[in-house]
């Protein structure tokens, strides 16, 4: 029998991550076509941490709780799912509401947790996959053979993305800002690491690729980066922007665009329809799950906080040491 309340992390006004607090509340019921999950894990992202400073509003209608990936257990159904049963193990992309004992979420949205795959690695997926499916498979059209330069290549997007492409048969060249995070990268696959805090990325894909350069950049920083960028990008080459930790502003060279036939285009997945998200998870289930089982992706995962360590975990995550993915553990607290 299900609670009338649960408890979950709710944001005291925006700001450092102190205004994290573990509250009680009513137990959401799910409307037509969604499922209750009791969750097990959620998994942190940097959307987090834009949405608590007051950076990165929920969609109209979301849940205002923090949290955008949880894994756990179907516990209730609402009216016209037919796909899933209680009992399920799951994990799911959300709009909202992760951070929490019980999370709502679409029945497209909810994936099968792979065999052989813990509840903690479970939760690290879906907003890593779905993003870079979206992005990086199909806007940046990825082929067996490209060449892809992704920044930020110890993060969590980073690390699934590496192991991805190198799935698909392509190369992969990652910055990254240690040389500890270098090494992980390679461990995992990656084709060349650059760390930018000593070396010049253009000067060194420049030499690497006799000039030639890459065939998509997965751009997380924006703003000065992006002439960077285009410069390294081969004729008919694909330009995906995910971030913008740079600022939103860029300057860019039109001729270059127009000599180079370059494509430029960029997305955010939490705003997207449930039928466009429910088609990304319907062609993941079918290519990146069989990939999953089958030992070629696995989750990286840094480190796990209990939910009531939400606060060190917002830290740990704003200093940047992670590598991978750091996810809160919440069946404990639901005991």
Not at 69 to 97: F, H
Not at 156 to 176: C, E
Not at 234 to 262: C, E, F, N, T, Y
Request: some cysteine; overall charge neutral; aromatic content about 6%.
């Amino acid at each position: 029998m299900l609670p009338p309340v649960m408890h979950f992390i709710k944001c005291d006004g925006v700001g450092a991550p102190e205004v994290m607090q573990w509250l009680e509340g009513p137990l959401p019921l799910p409307s037509s076509g969604e499922v209750l999950i009791k969750v097990k894990a959620a998994g942190i992202n940097r959307p987090d941490i834009m949405q608590r400073q007051g950076n990165y509003p929920p969609p109209l209608g979301a849940s205002d709780i923090l949290g955008l990936e949880v894994s756990g257990e179907i516990v209730a159904l609402g009216k016209s799912v037919k796909r899933w049963k209680t009992g399920d193990r799951v994990c799911a992309l959300l709009s909202g509401g992760g951070y929490a004992e019980y999370a709502l979420a679409p029945e497209g949205q909810c994936l099968p947790v792979p065999f052989g795959l813990s509840f903690v690695e479970a939760a690290a997926l879906p907003e890593c996959v779905f993003t870079i499916w979206a992005n990086l498979f199909e806007a940046g059209a990825l082929q067996a053979n490209d060449i892809v330069l992704l920044h930020g290549g110890g993060s969590g997007i980073g690390t699934t993305a590496i192991q991805m492409t190198k799935a698909q048969g392509a190369r992969i060249f990652v910055t990254v800002g240690s040389d500890k995070k270098a090494d992980a990268c390679r461990k995992i696959g990656a084709d060349l690491t650059i760390n930018y805090k000593r070396d010049d990325f253009v000067e060194v894909i420049e030499r690497e690729t006799a000039k030639h350069g890459v065939n998509i950049v997965i751009d997380m920083i924006g703003g000065d980066y992006i002439e960077r960028n285009l410069s390294l990008l081969a004729p008919q080459g694909r330009h995906v922007s995910i971030a913008v930790q740079h600022g939103l502003k860029a300057s860019i060279d039109l001729w270059a665009i127009m000599r180079k036939r370059l494509i430029l285009t960029g997305s955010t997945l939490r705003p997207r329809s449930l039928e466009e998200k429910d088609r990304l998870r319907a062609a993941l289930e079918a290519k990146i799950w069989p990939w999953i089982a089958g030992g070629k992706i696995k989750p990286l995962i840094y480190k796990t906080f209990s939910i009531k360590q939400v606060v060190e975990a917002h830290k740990m995550m704003e200093s940047g040491v992670h590598i991978g993915k750091i996810v809160l553990e919440v069946g404990a607290e639901s005991a």
